[in-house]
């Protein structure tokens, strides 16, 4: 192998470390360079706003791979190093100090950042926070303290989950949501009208059809109190603001390769230049029988695509079929969900969503089981994967029936 064998994966996050290990996995044995922006060693994020937030992990624990594995495996790691300029026709790319790394294949995992909210004054807010690093939860700790009051904006995943971990802690929570109910793009309603009691249940203050419609700022910059559309204020020590994620698609973009709210890519995780490929939270990719494109913000899709990019690096082309999944822990509370929900049908669920915290709700479409919702419930969602993986046909009354074990209906 020479110099211009080399791999250069341009990210180190999820994607960009599952690559390198499935790409030695895969039997590639020429260099393997990967270039991070983030200082440190390549972590999981998932914990960022549960165990980490709370304390119950070490940022060591959070490590995607433990770290002689980059050495071992001859990975030649650029931690704290971005990538500012692909050519794409001399092949190679420009780091931040200047450095030019030649490439064979170029793989982009650059995944995105925390979409900020459009207001005068919050950027030097120093008690405003997103999250989507280890360093801005290092900024936002000193203020998870009991007592303080904090302001949740979004209530999607993230703003739930840090809403969860800032009531073990003991501060004063309030989720600020502007449509009708929390989750609203990822669940069913009455999904969302069981985080919405869970949550009450747990003392968050917990506002749908709320819009902020501004910031009150104390003298030293930082947010006082957040406004609402209804003309009350909500005092706040801190703020979180979870409004999802803007892929980062500009280097790409800048390179000349298709942008459509991700990078695009075939099922084999190829852009339309053959040398270079991207995977993860940037990439928009086919949507297999559901037609269409999409674009997934998860581990496992991540990981999945990591896979795939390595075999079609390798020269063994293997397509992206597996079934998206994805998980979030709030108090005692695990949810899994298995397949997309989006497009159903009918929702179908078993148990309650009413009392307890144990259910499941299954998305139909014209009678298939194509997604499922599992709360609490392990042995139900490795059933529920199944009956999704089959696109079973149930009746939505055997799917009830909770004296029939779930198995028995594959
Ligand atoms: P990222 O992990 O974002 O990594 C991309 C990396 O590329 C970053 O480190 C970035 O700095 C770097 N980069 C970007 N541009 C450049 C450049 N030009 N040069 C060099 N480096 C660059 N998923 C789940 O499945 N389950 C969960 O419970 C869950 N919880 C989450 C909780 C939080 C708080 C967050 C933020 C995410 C959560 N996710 C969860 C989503 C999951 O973490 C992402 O889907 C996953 O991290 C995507 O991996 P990625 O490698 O595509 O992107």
Redesign the pocket.
């Known amino acids: 192998p020479t110099a211009t064998d080399r791999i250069v994966v ?7 470390a599952d690559f390198v290990a499935a790409l030695r996995m895969a039997g590639h044995q020429g260099p393997v360079t990967l ?4 200082p440190g060693y390549p972590y ?3 914990p ?2 549960k165990a980490y937030l709370s304390g119950k992990a070490t940022a060591e624990d959070l490590y995607i791979r433990p770290p002689a594995m980059y050495e071992q495996q001859g990975i030649d790691l650029r931690t704290g ?3 500012t300029a692909i050519d794409r026709t001399a092949r190679h790319v420009v780091l931040a100090d200047g450095e030019r790394l030649s490439y064979a294949h170029l793989v982009l ?4 950042r925390a979409r900020r909210l459009p207001a005068p004054g919050l950027d030097a807010a120093p008690n405003v926070h997103y ?2 690093t280890l360093a801005d939860v290092a900024a936002m700790r000193h203020r998870f303290v009991p007592g303080a009051r904090l302001a949740v904006v979004g209530g999607g ?2 703003g739930l ?1 840090v809403a969860a971990v800032a009531r073990q802690v003991g501060l004063d929570v309030t989720v600020l949501e502007a449509l009708p109910r929390v989750l609203a793009r990822v669940t069913a309603p009455q999904v969302s009208a069981f985080y919405q009691r869970v949550h009450t249940e747990e003392g968050v203050d917990i506002r749908v059809d709320t819009a902020v419609t501004g910031f009150a700022f104390a003298s030293d910059g930082s947010v006082a109190a957040v406004e609402l559309k209804s003309g009350e204020r909500i005092d706040a020590d801190l703020v979180l603001v979870g409004i999802g994620l803007v892929p ?1 698609t500009e ?1 790409a973009e800048q390179a000349g390769l298709a942008v459509d709210n991700g990078i695009v890519v075939d099922e084999y995780c190829r852009t339309e230049d053959p040398a270079v490929l991207a ?4 990439t928009s990719h086919p949507c297999g029988e559901h037609g269409g494109r999409r674009r997934l ?6 990981s999945e695509q990591a896979r795939v990019a390595a075999a079609t690096v390798t020269g063994s082309l293997q397509p992206y079929t597996a079934i998206p999944w ?3 822990d709030q108090y005692d509370v695990k949810l899994q969900t298995t397949g997309l929900s989006t497009g159903y049908d009918e929702v179908v669920i078993r148990g309650t969503t009413e009392t307890g915290r144990s259910f499941a709700a299954f998305y139909l479409k014209d009678g298939l089981v194509r997604a499922a919702d599992v709360v609490c419930s392990p042995r139900d969602f490795t059933a529920a994967r199944k009956l999704v993986a089959a696109r079973a046909r149930v009746a939505p009354e055997a799917l009830r029936d909770l004296s029939v074990p779930l198995k028995q209906l594959l």
Not at 279 to 282: L, R, V
């Open positions: 341009v990210g180190g996050g999820q994607a960009g270039v991070g922006a983030e999981a994020r998932p960022l706003s190093t971005r990538v995992a650059t995944g995105g999250l989507r995943y993230v989950e980062d280097l995977i993860g939270d940037c913000e998860s581990v496992p899709n991540a994805f998980w979030s």
